[in-house]
């Protein structure tokens, strides 16, 4: 890793390296999507429309390490929109550098440069080197999450 990471949004170049990230990062989940999932996920990442995801990178050494997709939505208990974090991936071997942090970071100050009054994510409770992080940085709620069979 160098010394120098550079958090920056995706651009159309980073399609081969978006990708592989985002396998890697739906493999820890046991999960895959179809190749025209990456194909409109990428597109959306990359459109105008503000109800679609957004995504930030960490570049390092001309490669990406890591990537972050968020997305603004309304809430009804609040005036505001607010902002969800919902995949934060870094490789394997950029893991403890920081990467991590500087992709939310980023997310936080996208959101109050946006007025959002919070960020909020999910993990599994098994993704323990990731919850160290985010018990550091973030504050856990007693929510419990389920969805439709």
Known sequence: MSDTLNIRALLPK?????AEMWRDYLAFYETTVQDQTYD???????????????????EANGQLVGLTHYLFHRH?????SVCYLQDLF?????????????LI???????DRKGAPSVYW??????????????????????????RP
């Open 14 to 18: 980073d399609r081969a390296e978006w």
């Open 40 to 58: 409109s996920t990428f597109a959306r990442l990359l459109g105008n429309d503000p109800n679609d995801f957004s995504c930030f990178v960490a």
């Open 76 to 80: 009804a208990w609040k005036e505001e």
């Open 90 to 102: 870094a490789r394997p071997e950029a893991r403890g550098t920081g990467v991590g942090r500087a």
């Open 105 to 111: 970071q980023a997310v936080y100050d996208e959101a």
């Open 122 to 147: 999910l993990t599994q409770e098994f993704n323990h080197t990731a919850r160290k992080l985010y018990d550091r940085i973030g504050k856990q709620t007693p929510f419990i999450r389920y969805q």
